[in-house]
């Protein structure tokens, strides 16, 4: 017959300031996984959740990102008859040549400032990217130094509510719309029109083309027949492709992530061995009255490794508990590919909760392997003739 | 026995608690040592007093946009200017995506000079001179990818559209960053069609006194052009890259804050523990004549000997490591250096020092509160 539950659940309340600051030692190491995690989970998030796979990326060979890619004004006249390409309700080829731009806006909180993607289409782009709809103000007109800022960037720059203007080079751009691209990567930018766009940045060329196709097939189909013309030199990727190359960026963050906790969970294994093997020696001889009343080595020992993971199991729940208002906190970080800002949210998910648990069992575990081991293996006798 | 003694044979009673205690408290005060020092190498660029007379000259609009060439003759005409090169980011890599190393189009005549601080080999540099598709290296690029001076690379451009085909024509020593390669800018333009653009101007200024005069006077002869300019010192330059990391600051300094107070708990748990369960012996101790500040120093002097002891392991722990590791090849070039300096180290021996005052403080009070009876009254 195993040893009752509830005769570990006292023995913790009994020496509860103890329990206490080692529980909260495990949580605290918990908390630090999950909020570095939760960073990483997030960045992860906003490259996963974007893209089409219908919509196909064209940039020129070579070229890993978007802002360093140049497409030439004939070679989209040329894609933009492509067979294959999906059509509007007008029977428009849904082509969207775009141009990128880094622009330097100052941030909000005073702290400095970044760059910021700044993105000019037309009309199409919009059509490609369901995800986007306004949420303030209007769009933006064709043929005007206007622009639509994203929420995350509104919230986080400065001059960048609607009716505000920020100027670059020597151009005023007035902020005429707020969009919201559900957590998107888009999140990250500012729409202008193209033309204006090539017309004040003096570029004669696109940075990219966006275009849509019926399905995953009907888009390897017209990559296929892309990538064949000689005409053109161009990389041809699936958007969501795209944004997945991307999610690398969350790397060194998760290392970082990894490595504290590893190091953080051998210190708090170290804390919790420490307070078991006081646990247990202040009650020697309540454990060899166990023994004496029939409770077998086995069943002393699973009690004690028990009570050693409950109380990190407690431990973990309070350190996910910490970490959990992070939940949401937008922040943002320098995108290595284009080099402007990437704003995105901590994300704290089950699973993520779940990673978290699994470490404050382990810290648990390690914790009261050798106490409990040291406390089972004690003659009866010597353990009832201890002070 | 005298006094020491007695306390180091008090700690050691129990020898299992004191190794654990120690070894959290070291790891703790390694990962504090760590974080500051990966804090310090990403917010505080090097500089070095031949750093601080160079300025950069960029696109007001950001990085990406680029600069007319004319600009060139403007600038070095201007009083204050000592030199003044070209310098493109070219951003290409080596063979291979993942061998990404920052180099830059610039003029060979202009580099020793502008980077004074830095050992060239004055012979070398006449070869780079004389070779228009030379180039020169840092010492840590060229140990990362094993390459010899006389040996040809190509490199693959990701915002330029070519291959430059390099000759390796020289190394380069010290200075703030080892692992740049220079090539030439005119076989740049060469490559490219001649776009008649530069990326940014470097500019090396006579002294540091005609330095704010000389960032007005550049920033004003372009006001109102196509391309307006924005000056700055090499520092602030690099500070603006720091500030796009965001509060990545805050972050770390958080992750810190917390691991302090986890050791703090985890060492005033062990404390008291070890000072409870022996109650009865300062009992004793009390009744044979010492008195209660003396009971207190010698705890005290026990939780401090065990906080200092875990630092010592902790701080040059760390340090005695990254001597010895090699973090620009581990980080794959996140990380140049990674310094644990003494500052650092001292901070970590301090928070150790505080750490072991204030972990023993609420035991010490009790065990110079409790009377003489009620202490001998103590089972366990």
């Known amino acids: ?387 | 026995m005298n006094l020491a003694g007695f306390i180091a044979r008090n700690a050691m009673r129990n020898k299992r608690r004191v190794i654990l205690t120690t070894f959290s408290v070291a790891l703790s005060l390694f990962l504090y040592t760590v974080l500051q020092t990966a804090l310090r190498e990403m917010t505080q660029p090097a500089s070095s007093e031949d750093s601080a007379l160079r300025l950069v000259v960029r696109h007001r609009v950001s990085l990406a946009n680029v600069l007319p060439v004319k600009y060139h003759a403007r600038i070095n005409s201007m009083p204050g200017v000592r030199v003044c090169s070209k310098f493109t980011w070219f951003g290409g890599v080596y063979q291979d995506a993942k061998n990404f190393f920052p180099q830059f189009a610039c003029e060979p005549d202009k580099i020793a000079p502008l980077f004074a601080e830095a050992e060239f080999d004055p012979r070398e540099i006449a070869d780079f001179i004389g070779d228009r598709t030379g180039c020169i290296v840092g010492v840590k690029t060229m140990e990362r990818f094993r390459w010899k001076v006389g040996q040809k690379i190509t490199l693959t451009g990701t915002i330029w559209d070519c291959s430059p085909e390099l000759t390796i024509r020289g190394v380069y020593r010290g200075g703030v960053d080892e692992t740049n390669l220079f090539f030439q800018h005119a076989y740049f333009d060469e490559l490219t069609g001649d776009l008649g653009s530069v990326g940014t101007y470097w500019i090396k200024a006579l002294n540091a006194d005609v330095i704010p005069e000389l960032i007005a006077r550049i920033d004003r002869t372009f006001e109102n052009s196509d391309a307006e300019t924005k000056t700055e010192t090499e520092r602030a330059f690099q500070l603006s890259f720091v500030s796009m990391f965001g509060n990545i600051k805050m972050l770390i300094g958080s992750i810190s804050t917390v691991i302090v107070f986890t050791m703090i708990l985890v060492t005033a748990s062990t404390m008291s523990m070890a000072i409870r369960e022996r109650m009865r012996e300062i009992a004793i101790l009390k009744a044979i004549g010492f008195d209660g500040k003396r009971v207190v120093s010698m705890i005290v002097a026990e939780s401090f000997g065990l906080a200092l002891a875990g630092g010592i392991v902790g701080c040059f722990g760390a340090k005695l490591l990254f001597a010895n590791v090699d973090i620009y090849a581990l980080t794959q070039g996140f990380f140049l250096k990674f310094d644990v300096t003494p500052h650092i180290l001292a901070g970590g021996m301090l928070i150790a020092a505080v750490l072991g005052v204030t972990s023993c403080a609420i035991p010490a009070l009790t065990a110079m509160r409790a009377t003489i009876v009620a202490g001998l009254r103590e089972l366990d």
């Open chain 1, 1 to 387: 017959m195993p040893i009752p539950i509830r005769y570990n659940l006292r023995s913790l309340r009994v020496r509860w300031r103890l329990s206490l600051a080692t529980a909260l030692g495990i949580g605290l190491v918990v908390a630090v996984f999950v909020m570095v995690m939760a960073l990483a989970q997030g960045l992860n998030a906003t490259y996963v959740t974007t893209g089409d796979p219908r919509n196909l990326l064209v940039l020129r060979q070579g070229s890993t990102a978007e802002s360093n890619s140049q497409i030439m004004r004939d070679e989209v006249t040329r894609m933009r008859y492509t067979e294959g390409i999906a059509r509007d309700a007008h029977d428009v080829p849904l082509v969207s040549a775009e141009i990128i731009l880094l622009v330097y806006l100052e941030r909000r909180d005073g702290s400095g400032g970044a760059n910021v993607l700044v993105r000019g289409m037309k009309s199409a782009g919009l059509a490609l990217r369901p995800q986007a709809r306004l949420v303030a103000g209007r769009m933006l007109a064709p043929g005007r130094r206007e622009c639509v800022v994203s929420q995350r960037i509104a919230d986080r720059f400065s001059n960048c509510q609607v009716g505000e203007s920020f100027r670059s080079g020597a151009t005023e751009w007035h902020v005429v719309g707020i969009f919201d691209a559900a957590r998107t990567a888009y999140e990250s930018e500012i729409w202008i029109d193209s033309d204006e766009a090539r017309a004040v940045f003096r570029r004669d060329f696109f940075g990219s083309v966006l275009l849509r196709t019926d399905g995953p097939e009907g888009a390897a189909t017209v990559k296929r027949r892309l990538e064949a013309d000689r005409m053109l030199q161009v990389r041809v990727l699936t958007e969501s492709d795209y944004y997945k190359e991307q999610t690398q960026m969350a790397g060194p963050i998760r290392f970082m992530g990894g490595f504290l906790a590893v190091v953080m969970s051998v210190g708090a294994a170290f804390a919790a061995m420490n307070t078991m093997y006081a646990a247990i020696g202040a009650r020697t001889r309540e454990i060899g009255t166990l023994r004496v009343l029939g409770f077998r080595r086995r069943e002393v020992y699973v009690s004690l490794l028990g009570e050693s993971v409950l109380l990190a199991l407690v431990g973990g729940v309070l350190g996910c508990l910490l970490a959990l208002p992070l939940n949401g906190v937008a922040t943002g970080t320098i995108g290595w590919n284009t080099f402007a800002e990437v704003a995105f949210e901590f994300r704290i998910t089950p699973g993520l909760m779940g990673k978290g648990m699994l470490f404050a069992l382990v810290m648990g575990v390690l914790g009261g392997l050798l106490p409990a081991r040291m406390a089972a293996r004690k003659p009866v006798l010597d353990a009832l003739r201890a002070a």
